[in-house]
């Protein structure tokens, strides 16, 4: 398949892993860009700016293909060093940033001064123009089905990728709620130049998160997603597990929720140990509602290679035949 993201980003498929927190190591970023398609390492994933650069030379001795790295920029516990880590990206030449969160503006010159191609997700049309009036080069546009961050206007993607069609005239990407064949086909129907894929990819043999993670996901349904932090104005979907629903309790009691109360439970430290240990009810993880749609545990390169096939096949078969007469 070619489209003008495959041929801005030097890749063989329409395919884009997302940044994701604690998953988003070189081993899965490189896996990805070996299969075709474009690996991301999630930059905050990464301790340090320092540590950072080693990770991206990492990923750099297992793949010679293009790999990007993504900088969220959401509220955190601790602080971050965000002008350090862009310039960590820079530094390591690293072509492709995908920026996430808040508006990438005051990063911009400094990415294009490298000539670094910056995609930024965006959750609604208007971000998404912002950003294409502040010269990203394509936006991800995320919609309410996503893992993580969904925003605060719950419009799903049957919606915002063809708007986003009408209005963009930079390519983009759809992201939320993309596991399959079918998926990327409709995608592509839709407007968009490929797909931007985050749970299905934490469903891969690559993936370096535990086993049991990996196994509550292919068995959970469309409906094993939460809500949390609604009341804080920072949504994040989650997988449905204990602890995600003593948040809702908490957010629903009433009064304002302060985010100390609820601190403790979802803490991205305990996040990283319920992935390390398997230990689902340690913490929180970001899950979209694709769960429902994962039920196996292929290798990168398998998921990519019958994810294209698949929608090769209901372009030309299926949607071909719809129309010939
Ligand atoms: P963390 O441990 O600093 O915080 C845990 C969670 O609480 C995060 O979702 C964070 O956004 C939220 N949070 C922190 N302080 C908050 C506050 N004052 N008010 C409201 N919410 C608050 O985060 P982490 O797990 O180390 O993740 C680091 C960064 O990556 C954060 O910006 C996080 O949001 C982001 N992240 C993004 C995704 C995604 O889907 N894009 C998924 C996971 C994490």
Not at 39 to 68: S, V
Not at 95 to 103: L, S
Not at 133 to 155: L, N
Not at 255 to 272: N, S, W, Y
């Amino acid at each position: 398949m070619r489209t003008r993201i495959t041929e801005m980003l030097g890749i063989e498929h329409p395919v884009v892993q997302g940044g994701m927190q604690w998953v988003g190591f070189a081993e899965l970023a490189s896996a990805v860009s070996n299969a075709g398609g474009l690996g991301i390492l999630t930059g905050l994933t990464q301790p340090t700016p320092e540590d950072l650069i080693k990770e991206i030379d990492r990923c750099r001795a297992m793949t010679d293909k293009p790999f990007a790295v993504n900088l969220t920029i959401l509220p955190t516990i601790k602080p971050v060093p965000y002008e350090e880590y862009a310039q960590a990206i820079v530094d390591s030449g690293v072509k492709i940033v995908e920026t996430a969160g808040r508006n990438p503006e005051p990063f911009l010159p400094l990415f294009k001064s490298a000539g670094i191609t910056v995609i930024h997700k965006c959750t609604s049309i208007r971000h998404s123009l912002k950003a294409e009036r502040i010269g990203c080069d394509m936006v991800s546009v995320d919609g309410f089905e996503c893992a993580g961050h969904p925003g605060e206007d719950d419009v799903t993607n049957m919606i915002l990728l063809p708007i986003a069609a009408r209005r963009l005239k930079i390519p983009f990407l759809a992201s939320g709620g993309l596991g399959d064949g079918r998926g990327l086909a409709a995608a592509l129907a839709m407007g968009a130049d490929g797909i931007n894929m985050g749970t299905r990819f934490m469903v891969t043999k690559e993936a370096p998160i535990h086993e049991k993670v990996k196994q509550a996901m292919v068995e959970a349904s469309e409906l094993d997603t939460s809500l949390i932090y609604r009341t804080l104005r920072n949504t994040a979907r989650v997988f449905k597990n204990s602890i995600a629903e003593q948040v809702i309790e908490i957010e629903g009691k009433p009064g304002e929720t302060k985010f100390e109360d609820i601190q403790p439970l979802v803490a991205g430290v305990k996040g990283r140990e319920l992935f390390d240990t398997g230990d689902l009810d340690k913490g929180i993880w970001s899950a979209g509602m694709v769960v429902g749609l994962i039920d196996d545990i292929p290798t990168v390169e398998e998921l990519i290679t019958r994810i294209v096939d698949e929608a090769e096949k209901i372009i030309n078969e299926r949607l071909g035949s719809a129309v010939s007469v």
